[in-house]
């Protein structure tokens, strides 16, 4: 019912800034970022709840990361501040009707495809 398109991600340098997007269809949910790099597990980024009153952010992206939506739009959006070598991975936006501020991926029904973020000098 519900589809998810990421956009924006890219090659940074450390220390830079990218905006990623993500386009809901089907209704509107609550959502979520997670990020995935070679040879880890998917791992959890932040969430936001579907009125976007309040977000949860992974202890590594703490003070660095913002996630907001914008309701009227059905879409949500990850600014990525002081980013590091760390921060490489493909990034997922997740959707679901029931959760709160899940950290656990089994809580997201539906997935984008994810897009690639790549941060090098």
């Known amino acids: 019912q519900v589809q998810l398109v990421e956009s924006g991600g890219g090659l940074v340098q450390p220390g830079g800034s990218l905006r990623l997007s993500c386009a809901a269809t089907g209704g509107t949910v609550a959502m979520a970022w997670f990020r995935q790099a070679p040879g880890k597990e998917r791992e959890f980024v932040t969430a936001?709840?579907?009125?976007?009153?309040?977000?949860n952010y992974a202890d590594s992206v703490k003070g660095r990361f913002i996630i907001s939506r914008d309701n009227a739009k059905n879409t949500v959006s990850l600014q990525m501040n002081s980013l590091n070598a760390e921060d490489t991975a493909v990034y997922y936006c997740?959707?679901?009707?029931?959760?709160?501020?899940?950290?656990?991926?089994?809580?997201?029904?539906?997935w984008g495809q994810g897009t690639q973020v790549t941060v090098s000098s």
């Open positions: 936001i709840t579907r009125s976007g009153g309040t977000s």
């Open positions: 997740a959707a679901a009707f029931g959760a709160y501020l899940s950290q656990n991926a089994v809580n997201y029904k539906f």
